[in-house]
């Protein structure tokens, strides 16, 4: 299952070159030869050959540190994280105070979810070589990944101070600005990046992602330069061709920008997996196994720290986070995977069994005492947010396919769920480049779908569910968000706070970089873009109008 993660995600990176010979015993002739081809082929990037050499040579010298180190770094760059671990736990305690190696180490690490230990030799590699730029960049990206960023930023920005050309670092720090709601220093460093770039694509896409820059002509003269290279990788392209596109809107032509963003979209799903009959029917299920009534939990007040978020992208959900994470009471976590990682982890551990059945067919099988243990392992997985406040938001953006599970694991915690208005949702998809793991934005039709798919599942939760899941409008929210926020509180237990009504003031990293910047703004209306595009819309309209997701004008 995968989850919806909004933006563009830099990839942590190590050194390119391979390590220097350090040769510890004789080896062979052919050994030795097969090693030197090996550092060849690493030299050209050719890292499935150099795997094949190398693994040539340990068959000859099973023990070879030189050897396993390099194969380490070689399946790293090939992203066999696993293998790469292996191999460099293996070779770390002949060198322990290699940089290169804890470095290499902590991004495999990092990449297999061990996020605690990769952090440590992640830091370890800094303090052996404090003037390693890329040690220091790879440490922040992680701790910025991690919601770490007043952390993270001071160690980007100790990568560019030694290497003021280091452009992943300067738009990673960018980036880490805008989630701290320093927007204006996140717009200098979007735009020094174009000023070192000019056709940087990350840089254009980050400028346009605040939702806060207003592009001029000449950056519309820019980015349609830019957009004309014919070396552009496909998620360059794609990335220029919704900036152009938010360009075009700042220039008042909404028809060009629909075929913008048209554009770029139909070339985003032809390369990204979907399958909307699939989800569909997943949809289906749901539905069907949770009409029936789950076990009486066994604790009744199991999770009553929590509250969940549920949305779809784009319809407010991160402000919904902000105005509750301003409460005293209540830290925001962000979009944190854990309730994910549990219903997964469930689903794997059931195939281990001997079960073939994934979620949420095996629903029905859980028992009381099923429901408690993945409930108790979630509340031990999220303690982090605990530390300083009582309470939490866990805000993921596929857990309204989680809502039944959620609350058979914790009966006591609270699930808002936020919606807008189904037209201006789908079309604030359609004009948001997101990861490749949510290709339901894609197209329209198939956004419409998205959409009265959620639309079904969450009333179907409010209904069941009335003591336990709130209904919260955003356009009701955003017209009259005293009377919103006061309801919304009580509904979660928590007394009524005035710095939930500004929001905006509240010092906090806001890690969905599309909102990071909209959200440190007075809460407003005046947000809706869809009469801009006139009939353009009118086939959206008629699909989500026979879904009965919208009224008959």
């Keep these: 299952m995968g989850a919806v993660n909004q933006g563009m995600g830099l990839h942590l990176v190590p050194d390119t070159q391979p390590p220097q010979s350090t040769q510890r015993q004789p080896l062979s002739p052919v050994t030795r030869r ?76 990092y990449e297999q979810g061990e996020v605690d230990e990769a952090l440590r030799h992640l830091r370890c590699a800094c303090e052996i070589a404090p003037t390693s730029a890329s040690a220091w960049f790879n440490l922040g990206e992680a701790l910025a990944r991690e919601a770490h960023t007043p952390e993270a930023t001071p160690s980007l920005q100790r990568a560019l101070e030694l290497d003021p050309a280091h452009i992943t670092a300067r738009l990673s720090l960018a980036k880490a600005q805008a989630n701290l709601g320093h927007v204006d220093a996140a717009v200098a460093g979007f735009r020094e990046v174009l000023r070192r770039d000019p056709g940087n694509a990350e840089g254009w896409f980050g400028l346009s992602n605040l939702n806060t820059v207003r592009f001029d002509a000449a950056d519309a003269a820019s980015l349609k330069q830019a957009l004309a290279r014919h070396n552009l990788s496909e998620r360059d392209r794609e990335l220029l061709a919704f900036t152009y596109a938010k360009a075009l809107e700042d220039q008042g032509d909404y028809a060009q920008a629909f ?57 407010g959900s991160t402000l919904v986070e902000h105005i509750l994470a301003s409460h005293p009471e209540v830290e925001g976590a962000n979009e944190i995977k854990d309730l994910q990682n549990a219903i997964d982890a469930e689903t794997q551990r059931r195939r281990s069994a001997g079960s073939n059945t994934a979620y949420p067919l095996w629903a029905p099988d859980a028992t009381a005492a099923d429901w408690q243990r993945l409930g108790r392992e979630y509340m031990a997985h999220t303690a982090r947010w605990r530390e300083r406040k ?76 009335p003591d336990r899941v709130m209904d919260l409008q955003y356009e009701s929210l955003v017209a009259n968000p005293e009377a919103e926020i006061r309801r919304m509180l009580d509904f979660c237990g928590l007394p009524f706070d005035p710095a939930c009504l500004e929001p905006h003031k509240a010092r906090r990293t806001v890690q969905s ?41």
């Design 390 to 465: 009582p309470r939490f938001t866990d805000k993921s953006l596929i857990t309204w396919y989680l809502v039944g599970p959620a609350l058979a694991m914790l009966p006591a915690a609270r699930v808002v769920v936020v919606r807008r208005d189904p037209v201006e949702t789908c079309l604030a998809c359609f004009r948001q480049c997101f990861s490749e793991r949510s290709g339901f934005a894609c197209d329209l039709d198939e956004m419409a779908d998205y959409c009265a798919d959620f639309l079904r599942v969450t009333r179907f939760w409010v209904d069941k569910y």
């Design 513 to 553: 970089l599309p909102s990071a910047a909209q959200v440190r703004q007075p809460i407003h209306a005046g947000t809706a873009r869809s009469a801009l595009y006139g009939d353009k819309l009118d086939r959206l309209r008629r699909r989500l109008r026979d879904a009965g997701v919208i009224a008959n004008e």
């Design 259 to 315: 075929e913008a963003f048209r554009t770029a979209n139909a070339s985003r799903r032809q390369r990204i997996r979907w399958d909307a009959a699939g989800e569909h029917r997943r949809v289906e299920a749901i539905l069907r196994v949770f009409a029936n009534e789950m076990p009486a939990p066994l604790d009744a007040q199991l999770g009553r720290e929590a509250i969940l978020i549920v949305s779809i992208p784009r319809s």
């Design 34 to 109: 097969l090693l030197a081809r090996a550092r060849e082929e690493w030299t050209q990037h050719e890292f499935a050959a150099a795997e094949r050499s190398l693994t040539n040579v340990l068959s000859l010298a099973p023990d070879d540190p030189e050897a396993t180190r390099m194969l380490g770094g070689v399946v790293l760059r090939l992203g066999k994280h696993a293998k790469a671990i292996e191999c460099f736990r293996k070779v770390l305690p002949v060198w322990p105070d290699d940089d290169d190696l804890r470095l290499g180490l902590g991004i495999a690490l």
